[in-house]
Structures are given as C-alpha cells and as structure tokens.
C-alpha cells in the first residue's frame, strides 16, 4: 500500500492550504483515512479523520472551523484543506489509511507557515 501527500508549502499565518493524499489501495472505498501532524521536536499528533463513505468525519478541537477533510474515492484521494493557518501548525503532515489492524503511512508533507 503507497500513500502520498502532497500539496505543502510556505504560506503565511493567516492563509490557506489544501493537501492531497492519494492511496494506491483498491479497497480505499472501505477504509478510514486520517491526518497528522508533526511539529519540529514535538510528537505526532492528530488532525482529523474520515469514515470510508465521508459520511463521518472527526477533527482535533484545535482546527475545528478551519480544516476540513474529504475524500474522492473515485479517485482514492483524501484531502485537508486548512484556513486560516497558524505558526505553531508548521510541521511535517502525514495521511494515513486504516484497514482492519494495519494500517499504512505516507512519507508526509511539509507545511511551513510564516508569522
């Protein structure tokens, strides 16, 4: 199974971003996907999950109003798309993919934001 993000960038405080993560798993349509991130000398932490149909969706109370996750599975991509981002979010994004007890990362994507 590959994952793999894309779409980080500088962007300053205050501006937005949309990350992508494409899975190459022919069961995405059945899977949860998920969203972390890792801040430079600080643990992983989550950012916001999705159910397999979209129907569900989970966000870390720090992004709630300003991320929003969704998921193609026509094209087995999951998206983050984040406003109004701060400072303190810079950090290395991950996506990762749920099925039964595995589960499955991406190498991430770097997201720097500027104050």
């Known amino acids: 199974v590959l994952l793999v993000e894309s779409g980080g960038d500088l962007v300053q405080a205050g501006g937005f971003l949309r990350l992508s993560c494409a899975v190459s798993l022919t069961t995405f349509s059945m899977i949860a996907t998920l969203w972390y991130r890792q801040a430079p000398g600080k643990q992983r932490e989550y950012v916001a999950s999705?159910?397999?149909?979209?129907?569900?969706?989970n966000y870390a109370e720090s992004v709630k109003g300003r991320f929003t996750i969704s998921r193609d599975n026509a094209k087995n991509t999951v998206y983050l798309q984040m406003n109004s981002l701060k400072a303190e979010e810079t950090g290395v994004y991950y996506c990762q993919a749920v099925w039964g007890p595995s589960s499955y990362w991406g190498q991430g994507t770097q997201v720097t934001v500027s104050s």
């Open positions: 999705i159910g397999s149909t979209g129907a569900i969706t």
